[in-house]
């Protein structure tokens, strides 16, 4: 048993340094993209916004995508119903905005995730002049700078898209939003400089002509995931995926268990399906760093009621918690970065991204448990069954 423990703690430090050497390396790029300028590429924008039911701040988030300093766009909002309670209040931002809005009804999906079919329909409608497609999500609240630091490396006909991701900030302070920020915090240093990157649905950009030969429509037809579907399309013509970390994104939670619960089974599923090949690597990750925790607290308790020596696991037990720490820390230094205008709240919120972070693979492989027992996730009040990547099934709301 002891000698399983030491197996694992070697292993928790060789992998714990390697991931903190890539911190190291994400925050040395987070730091260069930041003082690096966009340049002038401007074409006509349309940010295409899926919608649906009342979220925390969302007249706030909505408005915050009609204030670009971006001029040639337009913003699409797009929801499956006009009887969605969210309906109001989107109307309301797209009636007062300064910049030319439009509200979309795209109705009941067939086959698909009803975020997919808003976007397909919202997709179909656009004027010919478009010439890149933005696609947001109603929970994030962008900078003013966010469309024109996204979209202009885009003047590089080469790339695919570019891509950037979110950075949760609890609204609530009760245990499930916290857990729900501390882990989604490593999510962000999956996406990298040289990476093999992916597209998130709250922040991507991409040239329609791109979008086009990419076949992107046809491989959401049968998709409840919008951005790994992208991503599989642009991997099928070789175009590469850009991350832009100075255009990450805030987004305001607040949860409670059940929440909590149903978005990260709900992550870990759809990666499950759609990603397997990121899937399957992250769960040896995280069923490792909670073995070598728990196989560490049976010696220590095993030895505290035996009346033998146990300082030495506590030690080597901390080593892997004081590693993702060390991680930890380096996420909020970049982010702070990024994020200037909310440093103090990120500084303040600091326990949750380093110390919580420490808890949040055990929450995770619950997740990875789920992913393996079934194929079915709640979204948005919907159900579905994801057979594949080409097959879903809506079972109802």
Same mark, same amino acid.
């Not at 992998?15 to 590429?41: C, E, K, N």
């Given at each position: 048993?002891?000698?399983?423990?030491? @197996? @694992? %703690?070697?292993?928790?430090?060789?992998?714990?340094?390697?991931?903190?050497?890539?911190?190291?390396?994400?925050?040395?790029?987070?730091?260069?993209?930041?003082?690096?300028?966009?340049?002038?590429?401007?074409?006509? %924008?349309?940010?295409?916004?899926?919608?649906?039911?009342?979220?925390?701040?969302?007249?706030?988030?909505?408005?915050a995508l009609t204030e670009f300093d971006h001029k040639n766009y337009e913003v699409y909002f797009i929801l499956a119903s006009a009887s969605d309670p969210a309906y109001s209040t989107v109307k309301r931002v797209a009636e007062t905005s300064r910049t030319k809005a439009h509200v979309i009804i795209a109705e009941k999906p067939q086959g698909c995730g009803e975020k997919v079919n808003n976007l397909r329909t919202a997709v179909q409608q656009l004027p010919a002049e478009v010439e890149v497609l933005v696609f947001a999500d109603s929970d994030g609240?962008?900078?003013?700078?966010? &469309? $024109? $630091?996204?979209?202009?490396?885009?003047?590089?006909?080469? !790339?695919?898209?570019?891509?950037?991701?979110r950075w949760f900030f609890p609204n609530r302070n009760n245990l499930p939003t916290a857990l729900l920020a501390a882990w989604n915090a490593p999510v962000v240093t999956m996406l990298s400089e040289k990476g093999k990157n992916f597209c998130w649905g709250g922040g991507t950009a991409i040239r329609r002509s791109v979008f086009d030969q990419a076949n992107v429509l046809e491989e959401w037809k049968n998709s409840v995931s919008d951005d790994y579907s992208m991503t599989r399309a642009l991997q099928n013509v070789s175009r590469p995926i850009l991350f832009l970390p100075e255009c990450l994104t805030p987004s305001f939670i607040e949860t409670d268990f059940r929440g909590l619960f149903e978005f990260t089974n709900r992550q870990i599923l759809i990666t499950r399906v759609y990603a397997?090949?990121?899937?399957?690597?992250? &769960?040896?990750? $995280?069923? @490792?760093?909670? &073995?070598? !925790?728990l196989f560490g607290l049976f010696l220590i308790v095993g030895n505290?009621?035996?009346?033998?020596?146990?300082?030495?696991?506590?030690?080597?037990?901390? !080593?892997?918690? !004081?590693?993702?720490?060390?991680?930890?820390?380096?996420?909020?230094?970049?982010?702070?970065?990024?994020?200037?205008?909310?440093?103090?709240?990120?500084?303040?919120?600091?326990?949750?991204?380093? %110390?919580?972070?420490?808890?949040?693979?055990? @929450?995770?492989l619950v997740n990875f448990t789920n992913s393996l027992l079934t194929r079915r996730v709640q979204w948005r009040g919907v159900q579905y069954e994801l057979i594949s990547p080409q097959e879903t099934r809506i079972l109802g709301s």
């Open positions: 048993m002891e000698t399983l423990f030491y @197996l @694992l %703690v070697l292993a928790q430090i060789f992998m714990g340094s390697y991931m903190i050497w890539q911190g190291v390396q994400w925050l040395a790029y987070t730091r260069r993209r930041a003082h690096t300028d966009p340049g002038f590429y401007a074409p006509r %924008v349309a940010v295409l916004c899926p919608c649906k039911g009342m979220e925390p701040g969302l007249e706030r988030n909505l408005v609240r962008p900078s003013r700078g966010w &469309l $024109h $630091h996204l979209v202009a490396p885009l003047a590089d006909t080469r !790339l695919g898209a570019t891509t950037t991701m397997e090949r990121v899937w399957l690597p992250a &769960l040896g990750v $995280h069923l @490792l760093y909670c &073995l070598t !925790l505290l009621i035996a009346g033998r020596p146990y300082f030495q696991f506590v030690t080597l037990a901390f !080593l892997p918690v !004081l590693l993702s720490a060390i991680r930890g820390a380096l996420r909020v230094a970049a982010v702070t970065e990024l994020l200037p205008a909310s440093r103090a709240q990120i500084m303040g919120e600091a326990w949750i991204y380093i %110390v919580l972070n420490a808890a949040a693979p055990f @929450l995770y």
